[in-house]
Every structure is written in structure tokens, then in C-alpha cells.
């Protein structure tokens, strides 16, 4: 970024903008000067301004008016008020306005050169945001599906080959790491687009209550079926099913999901009458389906029956390049959905959360900078921001299997939150039924 700026000075006494005029000319910077909030506005309706520098108290409309009008209409331009030691205040109050600095007077040089720093690397830091967010809107390519490292984008090349085909698809990835993005990308850019997404989270439901959803059923088929219901198998119609956590469905409800697979029929609970469906399935799990089918608990039949094309999608461990673009992604969605102006982040603190582990992946990011955003102090995010995420567990060994890593991370988070499920839960970015699934599973 160039460190000469275009800077205006407000101020009705001619003594203090010739002297400004002075200072900054002979620093390289190009001056202009207004005797009155009016002027400014027009100066600023006709030219460019990097910095403002304004005066707190002057006739007609107020300094703190003019900041009020130059935030909402000249967003990118910086503004520091310039105020008597007896009125701090007025310059609080114009911090909290969306000032970037203040000055008291009576000022040194030396002052004025601190403040004229602090605002030039504000300037950058915000350019560097705005070209993560330029480079961020070129890459990401698929809805809110965010990355340049090479994993994502084999993963991006892959997408639009996949969505051509009407093959089942298997997305084989840990918790948090964007399965139903990638399976919302397939559906977007294949042929079944306009027709409707379906996404079932196999993990929350009971075996029952799954094939009531599923499959629907007719009135009366048992006690509660008040009147007939379509199953998702049929509200689909044409469009995309994604079984999300696909492993945990029982070996009963593979064989059915098989046979609809199979035939493209359906046969709500309670009836006779088969239904003809058609969809595309996609699938998704974060658990070890060749160890299950080993172990008996999955079929081998119906695996490879969803699993005609694999895709992995890599934990952000992996892929921590994609870090800065991805947290920037989420200070902007943040900044849309709270009225928080929390819009930059430092190179400490990315240098944090690279040093992280993030088992709870992407998820757990969005999470973290959420947080982070919410207990703010400023509008740039430091590294004392990030302080409550903690390192990796000691002990873990480098080499240790997911099954460990999970169970480690899994028994860091029910302590943290008192044997809370539910908050627990919340935490691991998961419901409390597969919570309860994996505290059963490892023996928690």
C-alpha cells in the first residue's frame, strides 16, 4: 500500500489547517482544507480522501455530525476528531461513532506522526482484508465452499464432473469439515438443480423414526399415524436425498434403502402399494465404513451400492492455508448477521489458530471466530481473542489413530462442560443423539 495519503483537514480556525497544510505537505501527502463541516461535504461529493482530520467544535454543523455523515456515505475514508483536553468525552463518544483516532490539543509533531502511523497500518490491514476478499471471491466457487489449497481444489475440479452423472456418491469426511456443502454443490450443478434437496441426518433419529421419515406411511399404520404422510423418498421427486452420518443406519434399514435403490420403488408403512421414485442419492459419514462392514455392522451390498463415486473431504489440519480465507469469509458473514463491526483480524492471531488442531474442523472455526467476534474490544481481532482455544491434549501422540483423537476430544469437551450432553454437544457442532451414539460406542 502506498503510505502517501489524500487527507483533508476541517477545521474553522486557518491557523490550525495551514499548519496541517504544512506538516503533511512536506511529508509527500496530498492536502486540501474545509473551514466547516458543509465544505467538507462538498469537497468529499467532488473528490477522494483517504483521512479526514476534524475538528470537534465548530460553527454551524458539529464534528461529530460531520463523522455521523462521512461513515454512512464515505465508508472508506478514516476519520480522527480533533478536540481540547477538557472535552475527552466528545472524543470517546466519537471512538464509539466509528473514529479511527483522536488528537487533543494543544499537539506536538511528534503526536500528530504517532496518530498518522497508527491510521496508515490501519489502512493496511484493511487493504489486506479487502484483497483476501477479492482472492476469496474468486476462489470460492461453490456456494460457501472456501479454499485454495490443493485438496479443495481437486475437490472443486471434481464437483462438476460428479454432478454430470446420476451415480451415488459417498463423502467420506470427519465432523465439521463441510460434507453437506460439497453435497449441496452436486445438486446445485447437476441436471436435478430445480428440483428439491433433501438432507437427513441418519445420526439424529431413531431406527422407527427413520423409516417414518423415510419411507412414510398410511393412516393408521400405528398408534399416532392420524393420516397419511409422504416419506422423503417421495417428497424428493426428482431431486437429490443426502443421507448425512449414513453409518449409523441399521442393517434393517440398509436392506430397505437397498431394495428402493434397486428397484426405484417405494412402499409407505401400512400399505400395499409400491410408488415409483426417482432421485439421486448422495451419502456421507465420518466414521470407518470398511471397519464396520469387517465387524459385521455395515453391508457390503449396500456400501457399495451408495459408494459408486468417493470423495474425501481433508479436516482443516490439513489444509490450514485455507485459514485466513476462511475466517475472512466469516468475519464478512458476521458483520451481515450481527451488528458487530468486527472486520479485521491480526497476523498473531492467524498464526494462532494455524497452530491449532481444530478437531472439530471448519465448524469449530466458524464457531471460534464467532466467539471471538462477540467479546471483542476493537475492530481487529487479536491473538488474546483466540486465548480460550487450548492446544492439543499432552500426551496425544502424533501418530495416534482418529478413533483416539476423537474419544481424547470428545472427554476434553463433556469435562468442559460438566457432563452437560447438551452443551456438549453444542460445542462438537453435533446433536445429542449421535453424541449419545459415540459416548456409547467408546465406552465413555
Request: some cysteine.
Amino acid at each position: 500500500m502506498d503510505s502517501k495519503l489524500r487527507i483533508l483537514i476541517v477545521d474553522d480556525e486557518r491557523i490550525v489547517r495551514e499548519s496541517f497544510k504544512h506538516w503533511f505537505a512536506n511529508a509527500g501527502h496530498a492536502v486540501g482544507a474545509a473551514a466547516s463541516a458543509d465544505e467538507a461535504l462538498v469537497r468529499l461529493a467532488s473528490e477522494v480522501y483517504d483521512l479526514l482530520f476534524v475538528d470537534i467544535k465548530m460553527p454551524g454543523k458539529s464534528g461529530l455530525e460531520l463523522l455521523e455523515q462521512v461513515r454512512q456515505e464515505f465508508p472508506e475514508a478514516s476519520v480522527v476528531i480533533i478536540t481540547a483536553y477538557g472535552s475527552i468525552e466528545s472524543a470517546v463518544q466519537a471512538m464509539k461513532m466509528g473514529a479511527s483516532d483522536y488528537l487533543l490539543k494543544p499537539f506536538k509533531p511528534e503526536q500528530l506522526n504517532l496518530v498518522l502511523e497508527k491510521i496508515i497500518q490501519q489502512r493496511r490491514l484493511s487493504e489486506q482484508y479487502r484483497y483476501l476478499k477479492g482472492t476469496l471471491e474468486q476462489i470460492t466457487r461453490f456456494d460457501d465452499i472456501i479454499g485454495r489449497s490443493a485438496p479443495m481444489q481437486k475437490i472443486f475440479s471434481l464437483i462438476p464432473e460428479v454432478a454430470a452423472s446420476d451415480a451415488s456418491v459417498l463423502l467420506i469426511g470427519e465432523t465439521g469439515t463441510g460434507k453437506e456443502l460439497v453435497a449441496k454443490a452436486i445438486h446445485a450443478k447437476s441436471r436435478r438443480a430445480h428440483y428439491p434437496f433433501v438432507p437427513i441426518n441418519c445420526g439424529a433419529m431413531s431406527e422407527s423414526l427413520l423409516e417414518s421419515e423415510l419411507f412414510g406411511h398410511q393412516k393408521g399404520a400405528f398408534t399416532g399415524a392420524q393420516q397419511a404422510r409422504k416419506g422423503f423418498l417421495e417428497v424428493v421427486a426428482g431431486g437429490t436425498l443426502f443421507l448425512d452420518e449414513v453409518g449409523e443406519v441399521s442393517s434393517k434399514m440398509q436392506v430397505d434403502l437397498l431394495r428402493v435403490l434397486q428397484d426405484k420403488k417405494v412402499m409407505r408403512l401400512g400399505s400395499r402399494q409400491a410408488v415409483t421414485v426417482d432421485f439421486r442419492l448422495i451419502s456421507a459419514t465420518s466414521r470407518d465404513l470398511a471397519h464396520q462392514i469387517a465387524e459385521g455392522a455395515f453391508r457390503e451390498d449396500f456400501f457399495y451400492r451408495i459408494n459408486v463415486i468417493q470423495i474425501d473431504i481433508p479436516p482443516l489440519r490439513r489444509r490450514k492455508e485455507d485459514i485466513p480465507l476462511l475466517v475472512a469469509h466469516f468475519l464478512e458473514k458476521l458483520g451481515h448477521e450481527t451488528t458487530r463491526k468486527v472486520d479485521r483480524i491480526s497476523s498473531g492471531a492467524l498464526e494462532a489458530l494455524a497452530a491449532y488442531d481444530w478437531p472439530g474442523n471448519v465448524r469449530e472455526l466458524e464457531n471460534a471466530v464467532e466467539r471471538a467476534v462477540v467479546l471483542a474490544k476493537s475492530r481487529t481481532l487479536g491473538q488474546a481473542d483466540f486465548a480460550f482455544l487450548q492446544a492439543s491434549p499432552a500426551g496425544r501422540a502424533a501418530d495416534a489413530t482418529l478413533k483416539e483423537v476423537e474419544e481424547a476430544h470428545i472427554r476434553k469437551v463433556l469435562a468442559d462442560s460438566d457432563g452437560n450432553v447438551t452443551r456438549a454437544a453444542r460445542v462438537l457442532g453435533i446433536n445429542r443423539v449421535t453424541l449419545h451414539k459415540k459416548i456409547h460406542r467408546l465406552g465413555l
